[in-house]
Structures are given as C-alpha cells and as structure tokens.
C-alpha cells in the first residue's frame, strides 16, 4: 500500500482520537487502533516512514503515538 495512504488513514485515526481528554490515551488509543486493524505490513511501513522521514505528513499525535508505542 502506498505510503501517502497509510498517512491519510493514520490521520483520521489520530482525527477520531483528538477527542480523547487525555493526550495519553489517545496516542494509546490510535496505536491500539493500528495493531488492531492494520497488518503487519502496514505498520512496518508507516513505522519506517516516521523514522526515516520524521513523519512528513502525519499528525504530531500520531507520529508521537508511533514512536511511543509501535517504533
């Protein structure tokens, strides 16, 4: 899958969990939510994407709950 993809999707990932009160839980919530819907291939894509690209693109709470917890 295309890497500017997997960021639109990641965004509105991170878009639902702006909601969440707590920054915490939602950078948990949106990494849940990717090691539950998102295979394996996905995530090692958009896992490099954040370490060799510092996550052009991406939300700063995604990016921030992929190193925390996916990276």
């Given amino acids: ?5 997997l960021i639109t ?3 509105q ?4 969990f702006e909601a969440y009160p707590s920054e915490a ?4 919530g949106i990494a849940n939510h990717l090691h539950s819907f ?3 291939v996905m995530i090692q894509s ?3 994407h954040v370490q060799q690209h510092q996550g052009k693109g991406l939300h ?8 925390q917890h996916l990276a």
């Fill in 1 to 5: 899958m295309e890497t500017e993809k």
């Fill in 9 to 11: 999707m990641a965004n």
């Fill in 13 to 16: 990932i991170g878009d639902f």
């Fill in 25 to 28: 839980e939602a950078k948990e």
């Fill in 38 to 40: 998102w295979n394996s």
């Fill in 46 to 48: 958009i896992v490099k």
């Fill in 60 to 67: 700063p709470r995604v990016i921030d709950a992929i190193k």
